[in-house]
């Protein structure tokens, strides 16, 4: 399975950006995908994750109400909306796939993007 994110940016606070995580390589449909982000000198944390057929899906509480994930399985192909963006959203935010259900833990995915870096300016 490989993995692409696209759409990162900079932006001001309070702007909006879509991430698009296009995965390629099996069967889209078999696998949860969740997006992680890592700012300098932190660990990587889960954001958001969404399962093979996008009936259960989970937000970071630091998120919730402003990010929204989403799948399109004909276009092999997750999106993450950021909206109301704050500069402690700034980070590098990777996609990572794994078999059907959805975790938080980075160690349960096992396969990865590359990552797009977000900067939100104050």
């Known amino acids: 399975v490989q993995l692409q994110a696209s759409g990162g940016g900079l932006v001001q606070a309070g702007d909006s950006l879509r991430l698009s995580c296009a995965v390629s390589?099996?069967?889209?449909?078999?696998?949860?995908v969740g997006w992680f982000r890592q700012a300098p000198g932190k660990e990587r944390e889960f954001v958001a994750g969404?399962?093979?057929?996008?009936?259960?899906?989970y937000y970071a509480d630091s998120v919730k109400g402003r990010f929204t994930i989403s799948r399109d399985n004909a276009k092999n192909t997750v999106y993450l909306q950021m909206n109301s963006l704050k500069p402690e959203d700034t980070a590098v935010y990777y996609c990572?796939?794994?078999?059907?259900?959805?975790?938080?833990?980075?160690?349960?995915?096992?396969?990865w993007g590359q990552g797009t870096q977000v900067t939100v300016s104050s």
């Open positions: 990572a796939a794994r078999l059907h259900s959805i975790v938080a833990l980075t160690t349960a995915y096992g396969y």
């Open positions: 390589g099996h069967t889209f449909s078999s696998y949860a």
């Open positions: 969404i399962s093979w057929n996008g009936g259960i899906i």
